[in-house]
């Protein structure tokens, strides 16, 4: 018999015993009970639901080909404006040599970068297709849809051109970035030049009718209040009604430390961390995986996240700069065993994926 502190929380596990949708009061609830456990308990519901005892990672590699950038968001310590010292760009020489040099099969390939002015439409596409040549096997998940945008602006085409292009380049699915919060009062506060959140919606959209998956995730943590970010489930609950084309959700705690606004926004605790994945995961009914990213949520928390709803440990990574730059704990790569071990100690059955959810039996 399940049991809750909270009795409101009874009326919740009711509507998730009869596949009933969750609405925005009912998301309310879940941001303000005090009962984390009981909210766990729910979460981890809906995820048995889904996967029962599988948790996924991937054998994967990250690829920062730039930190130039022409946005310069408030919450972002990665970008650098052109022409300052710590700037660079990679060749798509050094990229490749930097993935020749990483150990085991890499399942899936993970290119952002910022908004670069001057790096021209087809280094893009060059890249891509010099990945693709190099590790026909791996998937690329390449480009958040604020670069979609981007390359659009760059090149004249329209977002479908670029998207195709893209595709016939080697593009898998788009990673889940610069989603950051869909509120317009929170944009013009730390993303001003940023595209909209209704554009990044759209630019999802085209590419999931285009056959191209893509992540989602959400920045907290920082000047948004729990409205805005159910408002931000919601929207994207609202799309993939529509296009089933999101893969993954992902939350991503505000690392301030090294950010503009360091100093005046405290980072997130282990409480609002995990009750964020669990109302995730009750919240985004339609979305098969929540993701718990280690690289930000620091390894000890993600793993018990796995009893709150995640069922995803994102993967190994190697060479991520967003986190090295953002003053994260955890920069480092984890080996296949590691994560794994992880995996198994919180109770659960490790499966390997690929970019797409794909099991990987291993032969
Ligand atoms: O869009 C930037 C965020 C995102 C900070 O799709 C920050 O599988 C916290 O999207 N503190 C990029 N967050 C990372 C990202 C991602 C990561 C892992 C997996 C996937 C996926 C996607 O990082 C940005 C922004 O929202 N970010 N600065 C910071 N100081």
Request: aromatic share 8%; hydrophobic share 40%; charged share 25%.
């Amino acid at each position: 018999m399940i049991s809750f502190i909270d009795q409101d929380l009874y009326q919740i596990y009711e509507k998730i015993q009869t596949n009933t949708r969750l609405d925005f009061e009912d998301g309310l609830k879940l941001f303000k009970t005090p009962d984390l456990l009981g909210l766990g308990k729910l979460a981890h519901l809906a995820k048995e639901k889904l996967h029962g005892s599988k948790v996924y990672y991937v054998f994967n590699r990250h690829v920062n080909y730039s930190n130039v950038c022409i946005n310069l968001c408030k919450f972002c310590a990665f970008g650098r404006p052109p022409g300052h010292k710590e700037a660079y760009e990679l060749s798509i020489e050094e990229i490749l040599q930097k993935l020749e040099e990483s150990p085991g099969k890499i399942r899936e390939i993970h290119v952002v970068g910022g908004l670069h002015p001057s790096l021209p439409y087809d280094y893009y596409l060059e890249l891509l297709k010099a990945i693709k040549r190099k590790f026909p096997e791996a998937q690329i998940k390449a480009f958040t849809c604020v670069e979609i945008d981007h390359l659009a602006k760059i090149s004249g085409k329209s977002i479908r051109e670029v998207l195709l292009d893209l595709k016939e380049a080697g593009l898998s699915c788009l990673p889940g970035g610069g989603a950051e919060v869909f509120s317009e009062r929170i944009r013009k506060k730390l993303c001003p030049e940023k595209i909209t959140g209704r554009r990044w919606l759209e630019i999802a959209r085209q590419a999931h009718e285009l056959g191209i998956p893509s992540n989602a995730t959400m920045l907290y943590g920082h000047l948004e209040t729990q409205e805005e970010r159910l408002e931000h489930l919601l929207a994207l609950r609202e799309l993939q009604d529509q296009t089933g084309g999101f893969l993954c959700f992902i939350p991503l705690p505000f690392l301030p430390q090294k950010s503009y606004l360091r100093g005046e926004i405290a980072p997130t605790t282990g409480f609002e961390d995990l009750r964020m994945i669990a109302v995730s995961r009750l919240m985004l009914d339609n979305i098969p995986h929540i993701k718990a990213y280690w690289v930000f949520m620091g390894i000890k928390l993600a793993q018990v996240a796995l009893h709150f709803g995640a069922d995803d440990l994102h993967g190994t990574v190697l060479e991520e700069k967003i986190s090295e730059f953002s003053g994260a704990e955890e920069n480092r790569a984890l080996s296949r065993q590691e994560i794994e071990r992880l995996i198994r100690e919180a109770g659960f059955k490790p499966v390997e994926r690929d970019a797409l959810y794909q099991e990987i039996s291993i032969s």
